[in-house]
């Protein structure tokens, strides 16, 4: 019965990413670039990412969105996520070998999960990004949340250039990252 029940979450997954791909198509230019002069602030490829703060397990409060130096990744998760646990190593790696042109925020979905269980995760996998905690899943609602892990990709100029639901291939994963880096 959950063997049925997994095939039909990742079923129900893959549709929804086909139609979001297919339905964000008519937004992207034909090389696969847009103007990085969008006014537009929503949780869509090619628009402006939406700006919010939160603290971290760090105590500090970060903010998120605008216009920086170098990309920015945001990585919304929960501990409980099997896909999360099978991409920690992979975001770690990719965090520390990008860090001088990548910010990455790991933001746990802590309205699905409990502060003591994701720092046992940050433990667990070591991780050093900032673990921003939100604590009432409002981000996580602001950018259209539907699936763990859900990364998106933001260029310098603050517009999303990738949203990526559930676990890809870490070489996957890292080619969209040099994608939006090289940009």
Request: glycine content about 4%; some cysteine.
């Amino acid at each position: 019965m959950r063997k049925n029940l997994w095939l039909l979450v990742v079923i129900v997954l893959l549709v929804t990413i086909a139609l979001y791909q297919n339905d964000n198509k008519k937004d992207r230019p034909v090389n696969g670039k847009t103007s990085a002069t969008s006014t537009e602030v929503a949780p869509m490829l090619n628009k402006l990412a939406p700006a919010f703060e939160l603290e971290a397990l760090d105590g500090k409060t970060y903010s998120v969105g605008g216009k920086r130096d170098k990309v920015t990744m945001i990585n919304f998760w929960a501990s409980w996520c099997e896909p999360c646990q099978e991409e920690a190593p992979d975001l770690k790696r990719l965090a520390e070998q990008y860090k001088e042109k990548l910010d990455l925020y790991s933001v746990n979905v802590t309205s699905t999960d409990t502060v003591e269980n994701a720092k046992v995760f940050v433990a667990q996998y070591q991780l050093t990004n900032p673990i921003l905690m939100d604590m009432k899943g409002d981000q996580f609602k602001l950018y259209k949340g539907i699936a763990f892990p859900t990364n998106i990709l933001i260029d310098r100029d603050g517009v999303i250039r990738d949203i990526t639901l559930g676990v890809v291939p870490a070489k996957t994963l890292e080619e969209k990252i040099q994608n939006v880096i090289a940009d």
